[in-house]
């Protein structure tokens, strides 16, 4: 009997090789190589007046400095703008060297090329850049007000602006008997993995062929960019993400400059050139996310269900769109979570500033939507009177309205249309997981001892697994191994394992004979990326198609060698045997020989497949029409829309009376990514989405000052949580499988991060009786809010403490 | 103009993973970059370059040493251990897939304590020299030990479990030892 694979906690297949030390990262790749490093940009709006190498160029082991003014066709015009949108209408990118302007710190101004990074630094410290400054934007009101501008030519620093809208929320509004608005803030965070962003590109010079090796999410992306830029044949490059220490997002915007100027010098110089990141071009180079403000009035009844949702948010998408407003675009639809809104409108700036530019970050504008949305969950909860789980179930979507149709249009362009979930299931399961109804008690408990804690929580809805497309390719050997490829990459989730756990269920083989290749262009040249929580939907259900294409055709030939008929086989630990017989059998390896009838007689196997072998039928062709050699196959998945997976997180935090510090004593989730290949690989997914939230929620921002500097360039300054900050998280699942697919699976990569922020929020605003607005939050803003509570600036939550104020009748603006 | 001279270069010996290496190299050459590339021991990783992170923690005489902090000059004669050479532990055990593990390595591999495995190697020196200190630590204790090393992937949970499992088969093979050699 095979043992269950696909479903069950097993161990990962990489890990043996990382443990060890056998990991290959980007820079633990060509250690010959010559390396690049960069002069960047100190100032964050400048024009530039001169650029003097002079000093420079006799550093010992310098090979090479460039400017723009070195860059030719193509390679000097500006990055492409990879996600183009109606709504976009001043989509701005830089240069892969700035031409004139800056318009961040960090933006690339000179490359050199040198023996070693030390080298390259050196002579990096004696280039001098003149500059003119130009205005500063900073911060989104900054660049709201339009005082200055960040490109002369988009009017009101505004890159997009987008309306959707289902229903007439004014005369929604209108109707309701209550109202209320929200003014909110979220800060910006970053992916931050600890792997920086890397590139290393071979050219060989005698095939006019380019290999490049990038720590990317996408090397198919990378590989048509490069391609395009240096106007070599797609034939002529290759693109392979080797192993990858983490991206979170940031390594699916490309191309990033270097990984055009990198491979451009390799051609040039004819020599292997690397550029591997260090931590403070990370932080000032690399792109950021999450910065938002956002307005919201809601409608709602008596019982506090939602009439009409009125949403407005400006999105401070940094100097440069290259990526497009995939971010605000999710977090105006996404923000609608499990709920039915009534009337909906949504309408957003995105907007520049003198900031490093803003591409998606795990959870891609999710944290910022069910921020502003469970707010107003909790507001209404508050206003009424009413508990606040109660307040979510009263609008639910219900499982008998499934599939559930918004009526607007998702990241993809595609119907906002949710497949499944049980959301009343889920909140149960919530609240007994986190004792909701036994908190009051617990709370006075807490009183008693001078303690202040408080309970929290916060739903989500993901779309996950957009498309277009994912492939899967399989061949299976003679020696009965089976390889398996698809084009998209990975970071950490653990693909190798959870890929070989659908190929071995799917065929009937042993963990161990499949071995899975993701990222690399050779083997599989269709591919989109690794982004949106969509490796397991649509790899793993392209992957399942294309094994079962193979399966069919294995069985096919064994029934012709075994004589039986073909619904009378199947293939157990890879061999294939008659049902109840398995005495009439064949290898899988066995099946592959027959599959390719060979000429030449290189080994074993391979003599049992020439035509000498004896086996075939001399009137037929040794490869019949319609067939092809081998035990090969391949097939895509493209799906019509996104899967929507789910999930409500609950914590309890504790305030300190005196210091204000914010600690949490629990945080529990419930999850729902439809079937889960790997429970295991999916919960570690959650605990480091929470960990993410956590940072996001208490302890990360990026903390720019006026003139646009980062004063916290560094692992010492930006606060990225140790394992003493995050909490234990107690997580439990539900599964409803996805009808979209054939496996039945949903996302799971970025669910644990999304609604954290917001059940934080939740949770200290009930410790504290006041309202939480803005994120993170730290001690001292905590103690200031309190001081502010106190000299009657923010007005008391009516409820559960302090009672409602009967004089205050008017409807309160929080 | 330039006043830059030609750098001057130091031969360096240290004792990498019980083995003595050499190399040539400048004054400023940090410990993490000759281990990497001139010594080509890539399992030691840098994240920081600024010693907060601990991705590049190797143990230098037998204690837990960030590798960005330190110039190879400085490590001149001294033992250096990278994750590599926890392989050759006297308590390492050859897996499944023939890989030899020590107690940490094994045990991150069975708790899923990593993700993409960019920290790992500096969680696995940090959580080897911590159990000589305290072989049988708290769940507290084990937090603890592991909150100077930054992983941005695992949430941390499961590599807390990792450290007390790890604490579980050391002390297992210091038995099967101890009662080899009795
Ligand atoms: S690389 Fe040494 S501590 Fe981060
Ligand atoms: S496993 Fe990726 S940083 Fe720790």
């Not at chain 1, 710190?105 to 004696?126: K, L, N």
């Not at chain 1, 059940?759 to 803005?774: H, K, W």
Request: glycine fraction near 10%; aromatic fraction near 6%.
């Amino acid at each position: 009997m095979t043992t269950q694979m696909f479903g069950a906690p097993i161990r990962r297949k990489e890990d043996p090789r990382l443990v060890t030390g056998g990991g290959r990262y980007l820079d633990d790749l060509g250690q010959h190589a010559l390396a690049a490093a960069f002069v960047r940009s100190p100032h964050a709006h400048a024009r530039i007046t001169d650029i003097d190498v002079t000093d420079a160029v006799d550093v010992e082991g310098v090979v090479a400095i460039y400017t723009w003014e070195d860059l030719p066709g193509k390679v000097a015009e500006p990055l492409p703008l990879l996600i183009p949108h109606p709504t976009l209408t001043h989509g701005r990118t830089g240069y892969a060297l700035a031409r004139d302007e800056v318009n961040h710190v960090g933006e690339p101004i000179v490359m050199v090329v040198a023996s070693d990074r030390y080298a390259a630094e050196d002579a990096c410290q004696r280039i001098r850049v003149d500059y003119e400054m130009l205005p500063v934007v900073v911060g989104i009101e900054n660049a709201r007000d339009g005082e200055h501008l960040v490109h002369e030519d988009a009017p009101g620093n505004v890159a997009a602006h987008m309306v959707q809208q289902n229903g007439d929320v004014e005369a929604a509004l209108a109707k309701a008997k209550h109202t209320l608005t929200l003014d909110l803030s979220i800060e910006r965070s970053a992916c931050m993995p600890m792997e920086g962003k890397g590139v290393y590109a071979r050219w060989n010079d005698e095939d006019g062929e380019l290999r490049i090796y990038s720590s990317t999410q996408t090397t198919t992306g990378v590989r048509a960019a490069v391609a395009a830029k240096l106007e070599l044949p797609l034939a002529k490059v290759e693109c392979i993400a080797p192993d990858v220490g983490g991206g979170f997002g940031v390594k699916i915007m490309h191309p990033w400059p270097e990984e055009v100027l990198v491979p451009w010098a390799a051609r040039l110089l004819k020599r292997e050139v690397k550029w591997a990141e260090d931590r403070r071009e990370h932080f000032i180079s690399s792109a950021h996310e999450r910065g938002q403000l956002q307005t919201v009035t809601v409608g709602f009844d008596d019982e506090g269900r939602v009439l009409g949702l009125d949403v407005k948010f400006w999105h401070d998408n940094g100097a440069y769109t290259p990526y497009g407003i995939i971010v605000p675009i999710i977090t105006s639809t996404q923000l609608l979570g499990p709920y039915k809104p009534g009337a909906y409108r949504c309408e957003f700036r995105s907007l520049y500033t003198n900031t490093v530019l803003v591409t998606p970050y795990r959870g891609a504008g999710r944290p910022q939507g069910v921020f502003a949305m469970e707010r107003t969950m909790d507001a209404i909860a508050d206003y009424l009177g009413i508990d606040r789980a109660e307040v979510r179930s009263r609008n639910f979507i219900l499982p008998e309205e499934m599939p559930y149709d918004h009526g607007l249009l998702f990241q993809d362009g595609r119907p906002l249309k949710y497949d499944s979930g049980d959301f009343p299931a889920s909140l149960d399961k919530l609240k007994k997981l986190v004792g909701w109804d036994d908190f009051e008690a617990y709370r006075a408990q807490a009183e008693l001892e001078g303690r202040k804690v408080g309970l929290g929580i916060g739903c989500y809805v993901e779309g996950t697994g957009v498309g277009p497309y994912e492939g899967g390719h399989i061949v299976i050997e003679t020696s009965g191994r089976v390889n398996v490829a698809t084009g998209l990459t990975t970071q950490g989730q653990g693909h190798q394992t959870a890929f070989a756990q659908i190929v071995a269920e799917e065929l009937g083989v042993r963990l161990e004979d499949v071995h899975v290749t993701t990222g690399d262009t050779r083997k599989m040249g269709y591919a989109v990326g690794t982004f949106a929580s969509r490796a397991a939907v649509m790899s793993g259900n392209a992957i399942a198609l294309a094994t079962r294409n193979v399966k069919a055709k294995a069985l096919r030939i064994a029934a012709d060698a075994l004589e039986v008929d073909e619904e009378d086989l199947e293939i157990v630990d890879g061999v294939v045997q008659v049902k109840g017989a398995p005495t009439t059998s064949m290898p899988l390896g066995t099946v592959a020989v027959l599959s390719n009838p060979l000429r030449y007689a290189f080994d074993d196997a391979a003599k049992a497949a020439t035509q000498f072998a004896g086996t075939f039928d001399p009137d037929k062709p040794p490869v019949a029409e319609d067939e092809e050699p081998g035990l090969e196959g391949r097939d895509f998945y493209s799906p019509t829309q996104a899967t929507f997976a789910n999930g409500m997180h609950a914590a309890i935090v504790e305030t300190d009376p005196v210091t204000a510090e914010i600690t949490i004593l629990r945080y529990c989730v419930i999850h729902d990514c439809g079937t889960m290949i790997n429970p295991m690989i999916v919960e570690g997914q959650v605990h480091g989405g929470v960990a993410q939230g956590v940072g996001g929620a208490l302890y990360e921002r990026m903390a720019y000052d006026e003139s646009g500097q980062l004063l916290n360039a560094s692992l010492m300054d930006f606060l990225m949580p140790y394992a003493s900050e995050v909490p234990h998280v107690e997580a439990d699942h539900l599964e409803t499988p996805s009808p979209l697919n054939p496996l039945g699976i949903k996302g799971a990569g970025e669910a644990g991060c999304i609604p954290v922020s917001a059940v934080i929020a939740s949770a200290i605003e009930d410790a504290e009786g006041f309202p939480i607005t803005s994120m993170p939050i730290s001690p001292v803003e905590l103690w200031e809010l309190r001081q502010r509570h106190e000299a009657g600036e923010i007005p008391s939550l009516r409820h559960p403490h302090p009672a409602p104020d009967p004089s205050n009748t008017q409807e309160p603006t929080r | 103009m330039t006043d830059m001279t030609t750098e001057q270069v130091h031969d360096v010996t240290v004792n990498v993973n019980g083995v003595p290496r050499t190399a040539t190299v400048p004054a400023r050459r940090l410990l993490s970059d000759f281990l990497r590339h001139d010594l080509e021991l890539t399992g030691t990783h840098v994240g920081c370059e600024h010693g907060v992170c601990g991705a590049c923690t190797v143990l230098l005489d037998g204690k837990p040493m960030r590798s960005c902090l330190m110039f190879a000059v400085t490590a001149q004669d001294h033992r250096i251990t990278t994750v590599e050479g926890l392989c050759d532990a006297p308590d390492a055990r050859p897996c499944a897939t023939g890989e030899r593990m020590n107690p940490a390595q094994q045990a991150f591999a069975e708790c899923h304590g990593l993700q993409c495995g960019f920290c790992t190697p500096g969680f696995l020196t940090t959580v080897t020299a911590y159990l000589e200190e305290n072989p049988s630590p708290s769940q507290e204790e084990a937090r603890e030990a592991i909150s100077g090393n930054l992983c941005r992937c695992t949430g941390y949970q499961n590599i807390v479990k990792s450290v007390l499992r790890a604490a579980e088969i050391r002390t297992e093979r210091l038995e099967e030892n101890a009662g080899e050699s009795a």
